[in-house]
């Protein structure tokens, strides 16, 4: 990275933003508070309030929402007549999963191999340091240039939509020249990438029902309908037989156009084993950027150990359709809700239930704004220049902003490059990448003051 005043300082600065991390990620935000203590998210929300005063932000405050969460907004203000951004990041994380296959404990931020592994080390707490790092940088640098807003979600996870629900109803509080989505990443480790479009989501769970209770198998299994083997077809006729995605209405043959994604790289990526094919057809960039893609995400079924020789009464199972720019996700959410119903077997009596849903989102990457972080992360990455993919998880907020404000600019980037394996066991962050990216984010918001 050249030599300047920003990147100095940031570098300068590195120790702290893991001390700080550290802290962040020790909290067990999962805003899933069946589950989770609500004091941990709620710790997580004070954390950044109390850094967001201490950096000076102004009007701080923990917005209570109607999902029953909690997001954090503070105000920066700038030279008069500056532009407005607005950086967005989420402090809430997805559930460990099997802890025990962690190869150092979830919430304790630990360095290995020249990365931080930790749960929210990179989606999205080390997106809430990175911006604290851009605008510490500029504080010595001048000044922070613009008016800054921040907002941390609490939710963003969950995908139960309070934020947004938040900001329909107070129009003016998150409104801004341009928006910087801190929760996206660069397509590999030090190639600097902006995220160009994100696919929607629905979550739906299903249940089947077919007997009063649990019926001995010897006597009763062959005639009396199984729940379990009624969900089991059920679900099977989501995928075609080389795995593609079919929902009966919903079209499935999109194509990506830019930035590829080698099968090779993908596989060592996805950590697919050997002899395992991939699902589907077309590229790979076509099947995660540009088609829809379902996934089971649980089953409420009796575990191998202790099961007993049962024909199963009832089973359930919460599915995620992932939808792209171009489909409507409530009209994708009817769509599989009519399919799981139609192809329900045996008369069973099947209920579908609606649990979250995103919007598909599709950034405008000509725009000034994309010019000013192009030259940013040129800067940042030593002459390398900027590159647009998509991403196949979903960021609801953003057509909800984008909604609310048409005229704004909205960017997305952060710390999620695959290594990072966010969402699964052994979640990281390339300390380097967090670096750069800072030293992006403050260059970027240098340029785009300038361009005003």
């Not at 089953?299 to 099961?307: E, M, N, T, Y």
């Amino acid at each position: 990275m050249p030599s300047n005043p920003i990147a100095e300082t940031v570098a300068s600065l590195m120790p702290r933003a893991k001390a700080e991390l550290t802290e962040l990620v020790a909290f067990k935000s999962v805003a899933d508070f069946e589950q989770y203590p609500r004091s941990e998210s709620e710790a997580a929300a004070s954390w950044v309030a109390d850094a967001l005063r201490a950096e000076g932000f102004q009007d701080v405050a923990l917005l209570d929402t109607p999902d029953g969460t909690q997001s954090v907004y503070g105000f920066l203000p700038g030279p008069a007549g500056a532009p407005t951004v607005l950086l967005y990041a989420h402090y809430d994380v997805q559930p460990p999963l099997d802890e025990a296959s962690w190869d150092t404990p979830p919430f304790e931020l630990t360095e290995r191999a020249g990365r931080w592994y930790g749960r929210g080390s990179a989606d999205c707490k080390g997106g809430v340091i990175m911006h604290l790092l851009a605008l510490r940088a500029l504080k010595t640098d001048g000044g922070v240039p613009v008016n800054v807003k921040f907002i941390a979600e609490g939710s963003e996870e969950q995908g139960t939509g309070g934020l947004e629900r938040y900001a329909e109803a107070h129009p003016e509080l998150l409104r801004a020249d341009t928006i910087v989505i801190g929760d996206a990443g660069n397509f590999r480790v030090g190639l600097p990438t902006v995220t160009a479009t994100l696919r929607g989501m629905t979550l739906v769970r299903v249940q089947i029902d077919t007997l009063e209770g649990n019926l001995h198998s010897g006597q009763f299994g062959g005639a009396a309908p199984d729940a379990l083997a009624a969900l089991v077809r059920v679900l099977d006729s989501l995928r075609a037989e080389d795995g593609s995605t079919t929902v009966d209405g919903l079209e499935g043959d999109g194509v990506w156009d830019g930035l590829q994604y080698a099968e090779d790289d993908f596989r060592k990526d996805a950590k697919v084993l050997d002899g395992v094919g991939l699902i589907g057809e077309g590229t790979v960039a076509d099947r995660i950027w540009a088609r829809p893609a379902v996934t089971v995400l649980g089953i409420d079924c009796p575990p191998v150990v202790g099961a007993t020789p049962s024909v199963q009464a009832s089973a359930r199972a919460l599915i995620s359709l992932r939808v792209p720019p171009g489909v409507d996700a409530a009209e994708a959410t009817k769509l599989l809700r009519a399919h799981l119903e139609a192809h329900t077997p045996w008369g069973a009596r099947v209920r579908t239930e609606q649990i979250g849903q995103g919007q598909a989102f599709r950034a405008d990457t000509t725009s000034p704004a994309y010019e000013a972080m192009a030259a940013a992360l040129r800067e940042a990455y030593d002459g390398q220049e900027m590159q647009a993919s998509g991403m196949g998880g979903s960021i609801p907020l953003c057509n909800t902003l984008a909604a609310l404000y048409p005229e704004a600019e909205i960017l997305l980037i952060g710390l999620s490059e695959p290594e990072a394996q966010i969402h699964a066991v052994n979640e990281s962050v390339s300390p380097e990448e967090l670096e750069r990216m800072s030293v992006a984010e403050a260059l970027f918001l240098q340029r785009y003051a300038a361009k005003g």
